[in-house]
């Protein structure tokens, strides 16, 4: 059985930062292709970064891209989210996901978080 828990999120200023790690366990990330999503009050969840399983490869939505970085830590089986220049519409709670295959930006990952709360006061 695959597990992944978020970590990480929080209360922060506009402009400042927040780093989420999600720690996976029952399987080691290099296998995954993993994912990081957001949901705000009222919206749909939507793909902010995913990295391939290599770590070679990385993909972002276009609202986040140079501001956030996605990294893969296999030895210590962690996936992070590097989130700088925060705004207040970053405000969501965010999921770390892991799939096998297929397309990193659609939501039809394998295994889900239950996610961390990221609150962006402007």
């Known amino acids: 059985q695959v597990q992944l828990v978020e970590s990480g999120g929080g209360l922060v200023q506009a402009g400042g930062s927040l780093r989420l790690s999600c720690a996976a366990s029952g399987r080691t990330v290099s296998v995954f292709v993993m994912g990081w999503f957001r949901q705000a009050p009222g919206k749909e969840r939507e793909f902010v970064a995913a990295i391939s399983r290599s770590g070679g490869t990385t993909h972002y939505a276009d609202s986040v891209k140079d501001r956030f970085t996605i990294s893969k830590d296999n030895a210590n089986n962690t996936v992070c989210l590097q989130m700088n220049s925060l705004k207040p519409e970053d405000t969501a709670v965010y999921y770390c996901?892991?799939?096998?295959?297929?397309?990193?930006?659609?939501?039809?990952?394998?295994?889900w978080g239950q996610g961390t709360q990221v609150t962006v006061s402007s």
């Open positions: 996901a892991a799939r096998y295959s297929g397309t990193p930006y659609l939501r039809e990952y394998d295994y």
